[in-house]
């Protein structure tokens, strides 16, 4: 692959978890216990090959309407998951961060979540961003309220990025995957011409070399960013 041209930031909807193991009559967090291990994988893989940031949608604002077995589980999976990557965050040097609100979520979850955050502040190969939590819409309302009560009176489009939850390049490559075309309320700002690419695969069999190819797909991409690219 063109190294050079490798995405910075990779964005991803890990999307079809519970289908996965739906197919296989197994309980839905089965699927998300299979889906952190795919993770794993991926985010190993986007520190050899490059990228900077990697984005994953884990949790969004409107997953909290799912039954409460289901989103103990999720709770539950993402601390073991921060407790469990540690190790590999700082053999890799790999920055954690979220974005996400701290609403609703345990005082033991954020404190798990700060300390990471804050234990692996200086690692620079790769930052993992986890959207935990997380809502576009949110994102945007909950930064017009920052700008509302620091007394600031205009921002322009630039300024905007510092009110979002974390002040990161956007995203050049969307990957969705479980085949569903729609953003499920992510990365709204962050996204204005951001290449999507949308697999098939189910998350949990979602493989390096589906990153590859997605990468791939968006190296053939002409972004033309509203303008022209041959004159007449
Ligand atoms: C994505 O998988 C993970 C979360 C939303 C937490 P889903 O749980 O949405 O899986 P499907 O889409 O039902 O298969
Ligand atoms: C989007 O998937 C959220 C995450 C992957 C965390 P959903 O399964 O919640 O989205 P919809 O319901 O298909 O839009
Ligand atoms: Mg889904």
Request: charged residues 30%.
């Amino acid at each position: 692959m063109e190294q050079n041209r490798i995405p910075k930031h990779i964005a991803i909807i890990m999307d079809g978890n519970g289908r996965w193991a739906k197919k296989r009559f197994m309980p839905r967090t089965v699927g998300h216990k299979e889906g952190s291990e795919t993770l794993k994988k991926i985010v190993t893989h986007c520190t050899k090959i490059g990228v900077k940031f990697l984005t994953v949608y884990a949790f969004s604002t409107e997953n909290w309407k799912r039954s409460s077995t289901e989103v103990d589980a999720l709770m539950l999976l993402f601390k073991l998951y921060l407790e469990k990557e540690k190790k590999t965050f700082m053999e890799n040097d790999i920055r954690f961060m979220i974005s996400g609100s701290r609403e609703n979520i345990s005082a033991t979850l954020l404190k798990s979540m700060d300390s990471l955050i804050e234990e692996t502040k200086e690692n620079k190969t790769l930052t993992l961003n986890i959207a935990f939590n997380y809502g576009g819409r949110k994102e945007i309302v909950d930064g017009i309220n920052k700008i509302i009560s620091s007394g600031i009176k205009y921002i322009t489009e630039e300024e905007m990025g510092g009110f979002l939850y974390n002040d990161i390049p956007d995203p050049e490559l969307l990957i969705r995957t479980g085949g569903e075309f729609r953003i499920s309320n992510f990365l709204l700002w962050q996204m204005a011409y951001s290449e999507i690419c949308i697999s098939d695969k189910l998350w949990p069999d979602f493989g390096v070399e589906d990153l590859d190819l997605a990468i791939e797909e968006y190296l053939s991409r002409d972004r033309r960013y509203g303008g022209v690219k041959d004159v007449e």
